[in-house]
T-cell receptor, first 114, second 115 residues
Framework: DQQVKQNSPSLSVQEGRISILNCDYT??????FLWYKKYPAEGPTFLIS?????DKNEDGRFTVFLNKSAKHLSLHIVPSQPGDSAVYFC?????????????FGKGTKLSVIP | DAGITQSPRHKVTETGTPVTLRCHQT?????MYWYRQDPGHGLRLIHY???????DKGEVSDGYSVSRSKTEDFLLTLESATSSQTSVYFC??????????????FGQGTRLTVV
């Protein structure tokens, strides 16, 4: 049973436009969420995170929104650039015994078209 | 980049042979993790360590063992490799539990092929 779901395997966006990547979760215990970006043949790199006490976190061109009642979060990239083309993973953790690990979604491959 | 080195970066091995992957960090972080990445599965936790000689199982630990005799090194061993263990393996480190507003930093990965 997948606890973190990224239902769109891929997304194509024109350069300069907004990219919106979505993530849904089923475990109501999750209270900390992260987005990682991964280029081919490299390890994932941390992008942005959000705690469940917030509903929005911004860092430059990247904004993450959290809707706890819907168990949904999204990553907005504005404006999108060709260098943003990568696989994006949503991840979550829970307090207590779950705080040692991240549970990842399957990833969304973003292609930004020049 | 966080100081994480995985070795080897690529390995081809035969079914039934033992394999050990090494993760070395220079950040003095307490927590270390081994994940595997497979198509259609994202990243899944194999084992983690919360201190020297302190380890625990993750989601997909069957067929794997780990050891941490020093803060800086975390070893992943496949006692008898099987084709289902063909994967890309990532080591990660973090200074605190990932739930405490901290993130995990990942190594470059080891591509393991079991033939």
């Amino acid at each position: 049973d997948q606890q973190v779901k990224q239902n769109s395997p891929s997304l194509s966006v024109q350069e300069g436009r907004i990219s919106i990547l979505n993530c849904d979760y089923t475990n109501s215990m999750f209270d900390y969420f992260l987005w990682y970006k991964k280029y081919p043949a490299e390890g994932p790199t941390f992008l942005i995170s959000i705690s469940s006490i917030k509903d929005k976190n911004e860092d430059g061109r990247f904004t993450v929104f959290l809707n706890k009642s819907a168990k949904h979060l999204s990553l907005h990239i504005v404006p999108s650039q060709p260098g943003d083309s990568a696989v994006y993973f949503c991840a979550a953790s829970a307090p207590g015994a779950g705080s040692y690990q991240l549970t990842f979604g399957k990833g969304t491959k973003l292609s930004v078209i020049p | 980049d966080a100081g994480i080195t995985q070795s080897p970066r690529h390995k081809v091995t035969e079914t039934g042979t033992p394999v050990t992957l090494r993760c070395h960090q220079t950040e003095n972080h307490r927590y270390m993790y081994w994940y595997r990445q497979d198509p259609g599965h994202g990243l899944r936790l194999i084992h983690y360590s919360y201190g020297v000689k302190d380890t625990d199982k993750g989601e997909v630990s069957d067929g794997y063992s780990v050891s941490r005799s020093k803060t800086e090194d975390f070893l992943l061993t496949l006692e008898s490799a099987t084709s289902s263990q063909t994967s890309v393996y990532f080591c990660a480190i973090s200074p605190d539990r990932v739930n405490r507003n901290t993130e995990a930093f990942f190594g470059q990965g080891t591509r393991l092929t079991v033939v």
